[in-house]
């Protein structure tokens, strides 16, 4: 019974250690999301370029799953953190505008890619 009684207490000292947190992803993507032109004549020193919120799915490359759903903010900024890998950002777009493009784009370990997505406002 003493057998017992001492393998209890290290059993229960260990369990804490097993339970330690996963490592915190250090890497992701950084954006910056535009709508444009704003405007049909753009005249010297005027910008025809706006921030834009916009809903932005990530996914995994080659396979396809999202691995995210963003949203840029007031001032188009939006971050997502990920492992390293290869993904394509996917904006929503309008019907029939404003429309962007999807993008590819590498995140390597210990490091965030930065993109920016453009979004045509169809103005010509």
């Not at 019907?95 to 590819?104: I, L, T, V």
Request: net charge positive; with cysteine.
């Amino acid at each position: 019974m003493s057998v017992l009684g001492l393998a209890l207490p290290t059993v229960l000292l260990a369990a804490p250690a097993a339970e330690a947190s996963p490592p915190r992803l250090d890497s992701g993507i950084r954006g910056l999301v535009l709508y444009g032109p704003t405007c049909p004549v753009q005249r010297p020193g005027q910008t025809c370029v706006r921030p834009l919120r916009a809903w932005i799915a990530i996914k995994r490359e080659p396979v396809g799953t999202v691995a995210a759903r963003v949203r840029s903010g007031p001032t188009g900024r939006f971050m997502a953190l990920l492992r390293a890998g290869h993904y394509l950002l996917v904006p929503q777009n309008g019907r029939p505008y404003p429309r962007a493009a999807s993008r590819a784009i590498t995140v390597n370990r210990h490091r965030f890619s930065t993109v920016t997505i453009r979004f045509d406002s169809g103005i010509r």
